[in-house]
């Protein structure tokens, strides 16, 4: 039996709201969102000043590593929901992933022991 379009649009919007329900809860978004805008906002005075601008102004307060992990964390889970309740888009993750050991170049050396330094050629 093949499903029909309309059941797994059914089936996205009920992993999306929970199951059964009908609407989406317009608390739930704006608690969603809320918390978002908190979490960027430990971010955005580093992202204007060193990111977006290089502004010559240093940021009043630079974000440790777990604001910002936990900021891009929210974020893809808010951009994951509203892309399976919006465009019907299932995503594990909408980040890149790294796939491999990416500091395994760190651990070699990349020039063999007998190379003089000074060899070009």
């Known amino acids: 039996m093949v499903a029909s379009s309309a059941s797994f649009g059914e ?11 009908r609407h989406i809860d317009p608390e739930a978004t704006k608690a969603e969102l809320d918390e978002l805008q908190r ?9 204007d000043r060193r990111i977006a ?3 010559w102004r ?4 630079l974000p440790t590593f777990p604001e ?5 964390s929210h974020m893809e889970e808010v ?12 995503h594990d993750a909408v980040f890149p992933t790294w796939v491999y050991d990416w500091e395994d170049i ?5 020039l063999p022991p007998s190379m003089p330094d000074n060899d070009l050629g």
């Open 106 to 110: 760190f651990r070699k050396p990349w």
């Open 58 to 61: 240093p940021p009043e307060k």
């Open 79 to 90: 951009l994951t929901r509203y892309l399976l309740l919006i465009r019907q888009e299932s």
């Open 39 to 47: 979490l960027g906002d430990a971010c955005k005075a580093f992202t």
């Open 11 to 21: 089936s996205g919007f009920d992993e999306a709201v929970g199951p059964g329900v």
């Open 53 to 55: 601008h290089m502004d």
């Open 68 to 72: 910002i992990d936990k900021c891009i």
